[in-house]
T-cell receptor, first 113, second 116 residues
Framework: DAGVTQSPTHLIKTRGQHVTLRCSPI?????VSWYQQVLGQGPQFIFQ???????GRGNFPDRFSARQFPNYSSELNVNALLLGDSALYLC????????????FGPGTRLTVT | QKEVEQDPGPLSVPEGAIVSLNCTYS??????FMWYRQYSRKGPELLMY????GNKEDGRFTAQVDKSSKYISLFIRDSQPSDSATYLC????????????????FGQGTILTVHP
């Protein structure tokens, strides 16, 4: 079975622009979570979705938003990009609603210039 | 103070050594405890997870949780060069409605190098 897939792999954007990152969970998994990982740090929780409903939100500004589609794929949107948004954005999927047992994708590396 | 503290290392050991990785935490609400391995420029890979205090063993890996001390450990026996990676501890607490444990709080990660 394919693991979690994310697109694109790399992305370079300019300050003030908008970006959309995409994630497809493991087949059969209904929960998707998003994390931001800055170089040298552990991942920071952004959102969790289960069955298209938001189940958790981390301490990120409203410039960050996400949604989950009927096929359980998800996208993360970031508006008005700042230099500090440069990071590896990770998507994780989980089979159950509880969602603690998460399997991560390879990430999208975003560089904001 | 961070909710989860992890010594970033780096830690360098010879092949065959026993490796001990540790995290401390301050949030009593954490109920699930995970260890992830992350190779350079890759996503984290789930190694082990535990719920209660005690030990859990899987091959060369042993995870320990001591909730009374708010301290978790991962031991790697007979370490191999392929174990060289960043090891992340992660912890989960229920959301406000108690319906999800999907918010993982990670430590900073410990960089491990096992040299032949």
């Amino acid at each position: 079975d394919a693991g979690v897939t994310q697109s694109p792999t790399h992305l370079i954007k300019t300050r003030g622009q908008h970006v959309t990152l995409r994630c497809s969970p493991i087949s059969g998994h209904k929960s998707v979570s998003w994390y931001q990982q800055v170089l040298g740090q552990g991942p920071q929780f952004i959102f969790q979705y289960y069955e298209k409903e938001e189940r958790g939100r981390g301490n990120f500004p409203d410039r960050f938003s996400a949604r989950q589609f009927p096929n359980y794929s998800s996208e993360l949107n970031v508006n008005a990009l700042l230099l500090g948004d440069s990071a590896l954005y990770l998507c994780a999927s989980s089979l159950e609603q509880g969602g603690f047992k998460q399997y991560f994708g390879p990430g999208t590396r975003l560089t904001v210039t | 103070q961070k909710e989860v503290e992890q010594d970033p290392g780096p830690l360098s050991v010879p092949e065959g050594a026993i490796v001990s990785l540790n995290c401390t935490y301050s949030n009593s609400a954490f109920q699930y405890f995970m260890w992830y391995r992350q190779y350079s420029r890759k996503g984290p890979e789930l190694l082990m997870y535990t719920y209660s205090s005690g030990n859990k063993e899987d091959g060369r890996f042993t995870a320990q949780v001591d909730k009374s001390s708010k301290y978790i450990s991962l031991f790697i026996r007979d370490s191999q060069p392929s174990d060289s990676a960043t090891y992340l501890c992660a912890m989960s607490e229920p959301n406000a409605g108690g319906t999800s444990y999907g918010k993982l709080t990670f430590g900073q990660g410990t960089i491990l190098t096992v040299h032949p």
